[in-house]
Structures are given as C-alpha cells and as structure tokens.
C-alpha cells in the first residue's frame, strides 16, 4: 500500500468491537492468561501486553504504523522526541564510548550531545560539517553510532544520507537518523542505509500542537552480531532476561527489543495512550496537511526573496540553496514547510519582527496547523555561545518560520506588516 493508505489503515486490522477509529486503551495492567503465558511473556518467548510502561495495545498500533511507514521492522513510542534521542543512543552508548555526529542539530539534541553525554562518561565527536569524509576521520573503534538529522533543525540542510551510511558502516557502526523534519512521507532514512530512525512526533506526526511524542525505529538489518567487542550489550548474555542475547534470538530487531527491555523498562519514558491516539489522528492527515505547507512555504519564500527589507532567506527550493541536489534526490524536489530568513538591520531588527508578528503565532514547535515563528539565537539555542551558533548553522539574525495551513494571503499581510514595523520601511 501507499504511504498515505498506510499512515491511515497501518498496523490496525480493528478490534472486537469494530470500532473505527484505534480504541485508547487507558489501562495501567493487563489481565494475564495463566501463569504458563505469563511466564512466556516476561521470558520475550511470546508478544504481549502486561503493564503498560512496557507496551500498550494503542501504542502498538503507532509503532506499526510508523515502522510500515519507515520501512522498519519495528517500532517503540516515547514520552517525547527528546525521550527518543536519548534512548536511542544510550541503547548503545556507555561510559568510555563515543558517539560521531554532524553539526547540524535541533537545540536540545546538541546540548545534549555537547554537554549531557559528557556526564555519563559518553564523548560526542562533532565533525566540522556533515562531509563524509570529516564524518569518517572521527569514528574509532569506541564508536557506537554515527548521528545526523535528515534535514537540520533549524539550518535546514540535507545531509547526504547515502555517503553517511557508507562510512558508518565501512568502520562497522551503525547510523542513526532523526527524520523528524522530513517526516516518512518526503523521505524514509531507511531505505537510504539508516539502520535507526528517530522521530519526534510532536512535530508534524501529530501536527496540531497537542501532543508530545517520540518513536524509535529499527531497521533491522545491521550485523551486531560481527561486532561482538563494539557491541556487548546485543552479544552478550542480558542477566534481567534470563540471558538472552539479543543479537542472536532476536536477529531482526535486537536493537529495538533492548531499547524495551531495557532503556523502556529502566527509564520508564512511556508514551501516554491518549497521545498515541493523537498521533495516529495526526498521521492520518499528514500527507494532505504537507501538501498545504510546502505550497505556503514556496510562496512565502519566493515573496521574502523579493523584499528588500530581507537581508536573505534559506529555502531548499531555490536553486541557490546548498542542499538543492540534496532535495532533488531525497525528497523528489519536494521542500519542507520550515525556512529561514534575516530582516535587513540584524539582531535587533530581527527581534523587532519576532515581536511584531500578529496572524504567526510565537511557538516553539513544527509543522503546526498554525503558521509559527521563532527567533532560534534568542530562545532554542539561547544557551550556545557565538561559535557553538556559527558550529550548528545558526546566524544571529535567522528567524525560523514554520508555515501552517491558513490562507497564504493572510499569512503574507502578517508578514509585509511584522517587516513595516521591524525595519520602518514602506510596505513591499
Ligand atoms: C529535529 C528534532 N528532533 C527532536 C526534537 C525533540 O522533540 P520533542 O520536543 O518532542 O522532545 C525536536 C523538537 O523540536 C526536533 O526538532
């Protein structure tokens, strides 16, 4: 099926009742069969559900869906983005490892990279740009994961997912993906060599602002089981299970049967159900709301291009863009709805159009139903020096525009009257 028919039907074939819509199974516990079947469960000799921190009939029918969607084998909810991107890495890496990532990243990410990491013995090697060349030269034998965005968050580039893929696992690692920007339905990681994809499903997966949610995927295809010393924890006896290896018992998805039994049950960062159920209603229309967004987005860009009261924009659909082919290749020429741009004056004129907006709301978040705007020097990334902004591709005046699904004409008034205010000149 078609990733639009999937991200509607995926992963659920109805229930008893045959309700339509996927039933939000608010429950903590679930009745357990026999003390036969109970004891299969808990030895991950069946499927199935008995307290909720570990799975959930609703949050199963999300992780099939997402994971139909990211051509994975597997899929596991989170309590959020960040909860996913966490997890993801520390189901790898250990004190006294490191893990290798472009420079590029959304805010929290690279904070946690640069800082979080750190206090748990874990090093986070940033290579100077996302070449795979300066890629490679980093990566050494205690190297768990290469990490990249698909699309960065807020620069916007494309990173070469192929050529990232080919050096992670020329030295034998792994590469793991943050495709929020991009969303399953521009691009799928995995079928590019991604062996995880991460998700935040706060963003356009859920896409009202109502949610917050995060999804780790496994491809479940790379080889741990011919890196036994860089990967122990998939090789070895797990002692919580009644050693299993879980490279071995679990050949197509061992990495994200440990990211359950361990990082989910451990850490406890559980997806509520109501939230899986508004993630599935936000899967559900994504693909008509993306079409929406990438036509405001377009339009909005080509008017600021020819503002003079804008110092320059950022938009992967003009053919000046440094990731342009990176578009034609990996999205088929389609462009996500989020852009960057400076008002003519800097700084200072780019916090005056922050705050002269009226129809853009000033939220943190993506891929809104509503048109949103942030200023990323003064609020995501406020905490990064001038030389860790320059690092991930922030400018001190970039304003980041989510574009939304109201009428674009009024979203062009909100911005010809936020550039009057912001540098005192006449209406374009
Ligand atoms: C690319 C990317 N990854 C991860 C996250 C974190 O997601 P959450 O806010 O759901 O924790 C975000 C949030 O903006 C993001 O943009």
């Not at 960040?82 to 490892?97: D, K, W």
């Not at 100077?128 to 620069?155: H, K, M, Q, W």
């Not at 229309?285 to 339009?299: D, G, P, S, Y």
């Not at 003009?318 to 088929?332: I, K, N, Q, T, W």
Request: aromatic share 8%.
């Amino acid at each position: 099926m078609r990733d639009e028919t999937v991200a509607i039907h995926g992963g659920y074939a109805g229930e008893a009742t045959g309700a339509g819509a996927v039933p939000i199974y608010q429950t903590v516990s679930h009745e357990l069969e026999s003390a036969e079947v109970a004891g299969r469960i808990f030895d991950l000799e069946q499927p199935g559900f008995h307290y909720n921190r570990l799975a959930n009939p609703t949050n199963d029918v999300l992780e099939r869906r997402m994971a139909a969607l990211e051509h994975g084998t597997g899929a596991l909810s989170y309590a959020s983005g960040m909860a996913a991107v966490y997890q993801a890495v520390r189901n790898l890496a250990t004190a006294g490892s490191n893990v290798v990532t472009v420079p590029n990243l959304y805010g929290a990410t690279y904070t946690l990279f640069a800082h979080g990491l750190a206090e748990e013995g874990i090093e986070a090697r940033f290579s100077t740009d996302d070449r795979p060349e300066a890629v490679a030269r980093l990566i050494d034998d205690d190297t768990r994961l290469v990490y990249c965005e698909s699309i960065g968050n807020p620069a916007g580039n494309l990173v070469d997912l192929a050529a990232l893929a080919e050096v992670a696992h020329e030295a034998g690692v792994p590469l793991v993906v943050d495709n929020t920007m991009a969303t399953p339905l521009l691009l799928k990681p995995i079928d590019h060599g991604a062996d995880v994809v991460v998700h935040s499903l706060t963003k356009f997966v859920g896409g009202h602002g109502t949610l917050l949610g995060g999804v780790v995927v496994d491809a479940g295809r790379f080889p741990w089981g011919d890196h036994p010393g860089r990967f122990p924890m998939l090789n070895e006896p797990e002692p919580a299970f009644h050693g299993v290896v879980y490279a071995r018992d679990f050949p197509e998805r061992a990495y994200l049967v440990r990211c359950r039994t361990v990082g989910m049950r451990n850490g406890g960062p559980t997806l509520a159900p109501f939230n899986a159920f508004l993630a599935l209603q936000g899967l559900e229309t994504l693909a008509v709301r993306l079409e929406r967004q990438m036509a405001n987005a377009r339009a909005v860009a080509e008017y600021l291009r020819d503002d003079p009261r804008v110092a320059w924009v950022s938009y992967a659909g003009f053919p000046d863009h440094p990731s342009h082919d990176l578009v034609a290749r990996y999205l088929g020429g389609r462009c996500p709805s989020v852009l960057t741009f400076g008002v003519a004056g800097g700084y200072e004129a780019g916090l005056a159009f922050f705050d002269a907006v009226q129809l853009f709301k000033r939220m943190l978040n993506l891929g809104d139903t509503r048109s949103l705007v942030v200023h990323p020097a003064s609020t995501t990334h406020r905490q990064l020096g001038p030389a860790d902004l320059e690092a991930v591709g922030i400018r001190p005046d970039m304003i980041r525009l989510s574009l939304g699904l109201e009428h674009v004409d009024d979203l062009l008034d909100d911005l010809d009257q936020a550039l009057g205010t912001a540098t005192g000149g006449p209406p374009a």
